[in-house]
């Protein structure tokens, strides 16, 4: 009786092993795919010596946005100033 005892506590032990292990595997497989997903390679794939990065949509939308707002900023400053 004491022997099956022995293996069932084994085989409990192997398999929570076995969970840990396949736990901590898939956290770090997890966290790989996150950093790559927030943190894209932004290297131009065309000429290798070029080494700008390319511009995405966003990027240009927010330019233009700032360019907007200093223009607006320069209007108001001139009227001021015609007064």
């Known amino acids: ?6 293996h069932s ?3 409990a032990k192997s398999t929570r ?3 840990t292990a396949f736990l901590i595997y898939g ?10 997903v927030v943190f894209p ?7 290798q010596g070029e080494g700008a990065p390319v511009q995405t949509a966003a990027k240009a939308v927010r ?3 700032v360019i907007a ?7 108001k400053d001139a009227r ?4």
């Open 63 to 65: 330019y233009e946005a």
């Open 9 to 11: 506590e084994h085989k």
């Open 1 to 6: 009786m004491s022997e099956s005892r022995s």
């Open 27 to 36: 956290m770090m497989v997890v966290g790989l795919l996150g950093y790559f």
């Open 41 to 47: 390679d932004t290297k131009t794939h065309g000429t």
């Open 17 to 19: 092993w076995l969970r």
């Open 80 to 83: 001021a100033d015609a007064r």
């Open 69 to 75: 707002n200093w223009n607006r900023y320069r209007n």
